[in-house]
């Protein structure tokens, strides 16, 4: 099912979207708007969507993904300048499975997310930045201490997307 968001809840819809999406598994599809087409993100955590205003009008939406560096792990994969219209489609359980921005020059970005669950992208997130977290360490234990502050880390980044 697919459902035009009206302009006047973008800012509403990016952080209940973010919020109902995050850490699924992403993949974002560029479509300039000469008709050149790239893939900037592939199968990794979504963190959320966040509108960027100039003088209280919307001018940039942003799309930040996942990063396993314990020192960022938080990126913005891509930005449409001017977006014109948003189109989220939904599955037949109501689950989000697609969000299309375009924008005034004819510019499309998708946002295709897969799985069904946050807790299982949530964790894999945890493992890779442990991990790094791990080898910035040297290689050596304190396992629980590394997925403790990777959780932190996480949580203290992912939060701006929801607020």
């Not at 009008?57 to 020192?71: C, H, M, P, V, W």
């Not at 930045?129 to 050596?140: E, H, I, K, T």
């Not at 234990?141 to 980044?157: C, P, R």
């Amino acid at each position: 099912m697919k459902k035009e968001v009206t302009r006047n809840r973008w800012s509403r819809f990016c952080k209940q979207f973010s919020a109902t999406n995050q850490f699924r598994r992403m993949t974002l599809s560029v479509k300039s708007g000469k008709g050149r087409a790239t893939i900037t993100s592939d199968q990794r955590p979504f963190l959320g969507v966040m509108i960027e205003k100039k003088n209280r009008k919307i001018d940039k939406i942003q799309f930040f993904a996942g990063r396993s560096a314990a020192d960022t792990v938080s990126e913005p994969v891509f930005e449409i300048s001017q977006p014109s219209r948003f189109v989220v489609e939904r599955d037949k359980a109501g689950m989000d499975t697609r969000l299309t921005v375009e924008s005034n020059d004819g510019s499309k970005a998708q946002l295709e997310l897969v799985g069904t669950g946050r807790e299982e992208g949530y964790e894999s997130f945890v493992r890779d930045v442990a991990y790094s977290l791990y080898q910035q360490r040297g290689n050596d234990g304190a396992d629980l201490d590394d997925w403790l502050t990777a959780e932190k880390i996480i949580q203290d980044s992912s939060t701006v997307f929801t607020r």
